[in-house]
Nanobody, 119 residues
Framework: QVQLVESGGGLAQTGGSLNLSCVAS????????GAWYRQAPGKEREFVGS????????SYSDSVKGRFAISRDNSKRTVFLKMNDLKTEDTAVYYC????????????WGRGIQVTVSS
């Protein structure tokens, strides 16, 4: 059974930084694409960024490009999201997601972790 567990969320001030981690248990993690999504109150879940299975290719939404960085450590079965220059509009529940490289949709999701940015 695959489980994804996020950690590292919390409260930050505008302009500050937070680092999220997502540890996967079960399954062939090194063959998966990893991603982060977020959902702000009253809004739909949106894509934040993704990383290819060996970490060479990353993709970001325009809203976080240049401020957030996604990385992974396959030996630790972990995907990271480093968030810099945080803005109040980054406040959301952040979700880790993974999918096999051959899958179109994300099969595995974490429960989410709250990130709150205050001015």
């Amino acid at each position: 059974q695959v489980q994804l567990v996020e950690s590292g969320g919390g409260l930050a001030q505008t302009g500050g930084s937070l680092n999220l981690s997502c540890v996967a248990s079960g399954g062939a993690f090194s063959t998966w694409v990893g991603a982060w999504y977020r959902q702000a109150p009253g809004k739909e879940r949106e894509f934040v960024g993704s990383i290819a299975r060996f970490g060479g290719v990353t993709s970001y939404s325009d809203s976080v490009k240049g401020r957030f960085a996604i990385s992974r450590d396959n030996s630790k079965r972990t995907v990271f999201l480093k968030m810099n220059d945080l803005k109040t509009e980054d406040t959301a529940v952040y979700y880790c997601a993974c999918r096999p490289d051959t899958s179109i949709s994300f099969n595995y999701w974490g429960r989410g972790i709250q990130v709150t940015v205050s001015s």
